[in-house]
């Protein structure tokens, strides 16, 4: 924040390699065309990864869209025999040299570039050079001018198949209504470009200054020019160094910062400030700032909406487990309906690349020959996905965006025979990785806090009951063709309403009420399956129980044991027992979960529970609704490692918090918060009408929302001016 004084992080945009800058040549390849050349490059910021190919017109992907790249046998492999022929050639075989490139705009509907590399140490360097791109967190966090930046870079990667750039499509970039194509035109004349939609612009002529003189030229910052002539007086052309200075000391300056820890700018500082922003180096010299100058500086690192440090891992990341809130998914198998919906291997995939910490695996029989457990939501359509797959998908990207450990949780319907299976697996495949016994110095003992992240590091975690049934009850439900199916044991799902259960809206009524009957059946029965040894042996730290009261969680202090509950359940507890429920997160871990009758996959207000200080807050991954919203941008934070340490109130033994008190917390200084929403840049890639929404999420007392809303420019997603009256949240008294 401009004010603050310099800034100091660790964090650091990476930087492209030399052969990404130069271009990789790759052979670009897809099921329905016959494979060709392809120059792989990026822009000098990595921002977007273009495409290049003789003959054809070039294309791009934006890199913040990228979750992905794989090689070798995670890679995709051509089916057609003759695809395969053309990537033959090479030093090694076909399988070694293959690359995929992940991308989509959420988690489920994922779709892949397939590359062939001559050898596999070109396929290996080049999915580690762009996978260090794809990770950088600025990508969707930095300011104005890198959305600029990306902008350019991806109409560079545009070209027709003649290497030109056609107008229209930077026409299509600035989106100008029918009023403003004169100005557009005047803009591009300016810099001695062609005007026509029908004509051309060699690359070598439009070089990012050019584009950004373009991009100044037509979109006026009226806002901007307003906060400069008052800052000038309405008479010079500049502001001279001490009105920049006064600028960010008393106007752009948090008032409440501690002056020792966010010193005032000096002067050496402002006109280190006016020579980096300043274009015009006679004025620049002069320690003057021209309004073109002031619009780069409030566009600028100087000015990101979220300081660069919350970004990185700050974290105190050696206090026990349950100190820390975990980034959870429920059902993580489902792209869709819960009842209805598709299982995918490839959403773990996508959970865990995210920065998810917490993936729930339900574990049923599998039919098949083989006896091999499968993964699905049991007694409902959705498709079943293997277990063994699901276990390599995990062992492939469990680290690659975060060290920190990665907790299975289990909802085991299996037979002891088909648990001795997972087990297996979960030690063969995960080897190393899985932490199979607690460590020698943190025993599972009374009154023995749980390990930290650190401790964890790089650990696979197993949740999964560890109690026989306690009761005499069968253990499978004969359907009507004679095959067994295990009962399943989440008594919080009620049987669904014909019309929730089928998508075209209980069309397949035969299919609807074999389902119910089904479900019917296996809710009869309320005990437990018994568990495999071998399994149980693998849980340790997190070790599901149910939840008996707080006095009997207190009573025993057992750090390592911990509970799931709906939604409906954890809020109930919420309301009769805040205080008890905040100490017993201090000590414990609760893991929530959606009520069993969102079918929809929709999500419930996570803020609710993260409030009591509940660690593991999971939601529906496939539904990018409010919720989830909150939840990606929550875990946005700490480099996306998927631990964000809770509030002290929320850690200390010695302090109770209850978050229904209508009072300032201790050790919080309360302020009022004012938001004036002024204008937008790039909001969007096509013509649209624009708003903007402002909520507020925390405490109940602070908590804010469908308050504040500004009206909707029509048609202007480029530089929409909303230029509203202050919003002002007030403090809490």
Not at 152 to 180: C, Q, W, Y
Not at 570 to 576: D, E, P, R, V
């Given at each position: 924040m401009?004010?603050?004084g310099?800034?100091?992080?660790?964090?650091?945009?990476?930087k492209?390699?030399?052969?990404?800058?130069?271009?990789?040549?790759?052979?670009?390849?897809?099921?329905?065309?016959?494979?060709?050349?392809?120059v792989?490059?990026?822009?000098?910021?990595g921002l977007?990864?273009?495409f290049?190919?003789?003959?054809?017109?070039?294309?791009?992907?934006?890199?913040?869209?990228?979750?992905d790249?794989r090689?070798?046998?995670?890679?995709?492999?051509?089916?057609?025999?003759?695809?395969?022929?053309?990537?033959?050639?090479g030093?090694?075989?076909?399988?070694?040299?293959?690359?995929?490139?992940?991308?989509?705009?959420?988690?489920?509907?994922?779709?892949?570039?397939?590359f062939?590399a001559?050898s596999?140490?070109?396929?290996?360097?080049?999915?580690?050079?762009?996978?260090?791109?794809?990770?950088?967190?600025?990508?969707?966090?930095d300011?104005?001018?890198?959305?600029?930046?990306?902008?350019?870079?991806?109409?560079?990667?545009?070209?027709d198949?003649?290497?030109?750039?056609?107008v229209?499509?930077?026409m299509?970039t600035?989106?100008?209504?029918?009023d403003?194509?004169?100005?557009?035109?005047?803009?591009?004349?300016?810099?001695n470009?062609?005007?026509?939609k029908?004509?051309?612009?060699?690359p070598?002529?439009?070089s990012y200054?050019?584009?950004?003189?373009?991009?100044c030229?037509?979109?006026?910052?009226h806002?901007?020019?307003v906060?400069f002539?008052q800052?000038?007086g309405?008479?010079?052309?500049?502001?001279?160094?001490?009105?920049?200075?006064?600028?960010?000391?008393?106007t752009?300056?948090?008032p409440?910062?501690?002056?020792?820890?966010?010193?005032?700018?000096?002067?050496?500082?402002?006109?280190?400030?006016?020579r980096?922003y300043?274009?015009?180096v006679?004025?620049?010299?002069?320690g003057?700032?021209?309004?073109l100058?002031?619009?780069?500086?409030?566009?600028?690192?100087?000015?990101r909406?979220?300081?660069?440090?919350a970004?990185d891992?700050?974290?105190?990341?050696?206090?026990?487990?349950?100190?820390?809130?975990?980034?959870?998914?429920?059902?993580?198998?489902?792209?869709g309906?819960?009842?209805?919906g598709?299982?995918?291997?490839?959403?773990?995939r996508q959970a865990?690349?995210?920065?998810?910490?917490?993936?729930?695996?339900d574990?049923?029989?599998?039919?098949g020959?083989?006896?091999?457990?499968?993964?699905?939501h049991?007694?409902?359509?959705?498709?079943?996905?293997?277990?063994?797959?699901?276990?390599?998908a995990?062992?492939?990207?469990?680290?690659?965006?975060?060290?920190y450990?990665?907790?299975?949780?289990?909802?085991?319907?299996?037979?002891?025979?088909?648990?001795?299976?997972?087990?297996?697996?979960?030690?063969d495949?995960?080897?190393?990785?899985?932490?199979?016994?607690p460590?020698?110095?943190?025993?599972?003992?009374?009154?023995?806090?749980?390990?930290?992240?650190?401790?964890l590091?790089?650990?696979i975690?197993?949740?999964n009951k560890?109690?026989?049934?306690?009761?005499?009850?069968?253990?499978?439900?004969?359907?009507?063709?004679?095959?067994?199916?295990?009962?399943?044991?989440?008594?919080?799902?009620?049987?669904?309403?014909?019309?929730?259960?089928?998508?075209?809206?209980?069309e397949?009524?035969?299919a609807?009420?074999?389902?119910?009957?089904?479900?019917?059946?296996?809710?009869?029965?309320?005990?437990?399956?018994?568990?495999?040894?071998?399994?149980?042996?693998?849980?340790?730290?997190?070790t599901?129980?149910?939840?008996?009261?707080?006095?009997?969680?207190?009573?025993?202090?057992?750090?390592?044991?911990?509970?799931?509950?709906?939604?409906?359940?954890?809020?109930?507890?919420?309301?009769?027992n805040?205080?008890?429920?905040?100490?017993?997160?201090?000590?414990?871990?609760?893991?929530?979960?959606?009520?069993?009758s969102?079918?929809?996959?929709?999500?419930?207000?996570?803020?609710?529970?993260?409030?009591?200080?509940?660690?593991?807050?999971?939601?529906?991954?496939q539904?990018?609704?409010?919720?989830?919203q909150?939840h990606?941008?929550?875990?946005?934070?700490?480099?996306?490692?998927?631990?964000?340490?809770?509030p002290?109130c929320?850690?200390?033994?010695?302090?109770?918090?209850?978050p229904?008190?209508?009072?300032?917390?201790?050790?919080?200084?309360a302020?009022?918060?004012?938001?004036?929403?002024?204008?937008?840049?790039?909001?969007?890639?096509?013509?649209?009408?624009?708003?903007?929404?402002?909520?507020?999420?925390?405490?109940?007392?602070?908590?804010v929302?469908r308050?504040?809303k500004?009206?909707?420019?029509p048609?202007?997603?480029?530089n929409?001016?909303?230029?509203?009256?202050m919003?002002v949240?007030?403090k809490?008294?």
């Amino acid at each position: 924040m401009a004010g603050a004084g310099p800034q100091t992080s660790k964090l650091s945009i990476p930087k492209p390699s030399v052969s990404l800058l130069e271009g990789v040549s790759l052979k670009r390849w897809d099921e329905e065309s016959a494979p060709y050349d392809c120059v792989v490059k990026t822009d000098e910021l990595g921002l977007v990864l273009g495409f290049v190919a003789e003959g054809k017109d070039s294309s791009y992907l934006d890199l913040s869209f990228v979750s992905d790249v794989r090689i070798g046998p995670f890679a995709k492999a051509p089916k057609d025999a003759r695809t395969r022929e053309a990537l033959l050639p090479g030093d090694d075989s076909l399988d070694d040299r293959l690359v995929s490139v992940a991308y989509g705009s959420n988690m489920f509907d994922i779709s892949f570039i397939n590359f062939g590399a001559s050898s596999a140490q070109v396929a290996k360097e080049f999915a580690a050079d762009v996978m260090s791109l794809m990770r950088n967190v600025f990508l969707s966090n930095d300011n104005v001018m890198l959305f600029v930046r990306k902008a350019h870079a991806k109409l560079m990667f545009s070209a027709d198949s003649s290497g030109r750039i056609p107008v229209k499509l930077v026409m299509n970039t600035m989106s100008p209504t029918k009023d403003e194509k004169k100005q557009f035109e005047s803009a591009l004349q300016r810099v001695n470009l062609p005007t026509g939609k029908d004509d051309f612009i060699q690359p070598d002529w439009f070089s990012y200054e050019v584009f950004y003189h373009v991009y100044c030229n037509y979109v006026k910052r009226h806002d901007v020019e307003v906060v400069f002539s008052q800052l000038s007086g309405g008479k010079k052309p500049y502001i001279a160094l001490p009105q920049l200075r006064d600028f960010l000391n008393k106007t752009q300056r948090d008032p409440r910062l501690n002056e020792i820890l966010y010193p005032y700018y000096t002067d050496d500082q402002v006109r280190a400030l006016i020579r980096r922003y300043e274009s015009n180096v006679t004025m620049a010299d002069k320690g003057h700032m021209t309004v073109l100058g002031f619009q780069k500086f409030l566009q600028s690192d100087e000015n990101r909406l979220i300081d660069a440090m919350a970004l990185d891992l700050t974290h105190d990341m050696t206090q026990p487990l349950c100190h820390y809130f975990i980034n959870s998914s429920h059902n993580t198998y489902l792209t869709g309906h819960q009842l209805t919906g598709k299982s995918s291997v490839e959403i773990y995939r996508q959970a865990l690349l995210s920065g998810c910490r917490c993936v729930e695996l339900d574990c049923w029989d599998g039919t098949g020959g083989e006896q091999e457990p499968v993964i699905t939501h049991g007694y409902t359509m959705v498709t079943e996905i293997p277990f063994k797959d699901v276990v390599l998908a995990i062992n492939e990207t469990a680290f690659a965006t975060s060290d920190y450990p990665v907790i299975l949780s289990f909802e085991n319907h299996c037979s002891t025979k088909q648990q001795q299976k997972m087990a297996q697996y979960c030690r063969d495949i995960f080897k190393e990785k899985l932490l199979s016994a607690p460590f020698d110095d943190i025993p599972l003992q009374e009154g023995v806090p749980l390990p930290s992240p650190e401790r964890l590091k790089g650990k696979i975690l197993i949740k999964n009951k560890k109690k026989a049934a306690t009761k005499d009850v069968p253990d499978e439900v004969k359907t009507d063709d004679g095959t067994r199916e295990m009962k399943r044991t989440d008594t919080d799902l009620t049987i669904a309403s014909e019309s929730s259960l089928m998508p075209n809206g209980g069309e397949d009524q035969a299919a609807v009420d074999d389902m119910k009957m089904k479900r019917e059946q296996a809710y009869a029965w309320e005990g437990q399956i018994e568990t495999n040894l071998e399994l149980v042996a693998l849980v340790n730290y997190i070790t599901p129980v149910r939840f008996k009261g707080f006095d009997d969680a207190h009573a025993k202090n057992r750090s390592y044991e911990m509970s799931s509950m709906n939604e409906t359940n954890t809020a109930s507890k919420l309301k009769q027992n805040p205080v008890e429920l905040v100490n017993y997160n201090k000590r414990q871990i609760i893991r929530v979960y959606p009520k069993g009758s969102r079918y929809d996959s929709s999500n419930y207000m996570p803020q609710v529970f993260w409030n009591a200080g509940c660690q593991m807050v999971s939601l529906n991954f496939q539904t990018c609704d409010i919720p989830f919203q909150l939840h990606l941008g929550k875990y946005e934070f700490n480099r996306r490692c998927g631990y964000l340490l809770k509030p002290v109130c929320m850690r200390r033994p010695d302090k109770d918090f209850d978050p229904f008190v209508e009072s300032p917390m201790d050790g919080v200084v309360a302020a009022t918060v004012k938001v004036k929403v002024i204008s937008g840049q790039l909001l969007c890639d096509h013509r649209c009408g624009t708003y903007v929404e402002l909520d507020m999420f925390g405490l109940p007392t602070d908590t804010v929302r469908r308050k504040f809303k500004t009206k909707t420019v029509p048609n202007n997603s480029t530089n929409p001016i909303w230029d509203e009256e202050m919003w002002v949240f007030k403090k809490v008294k």
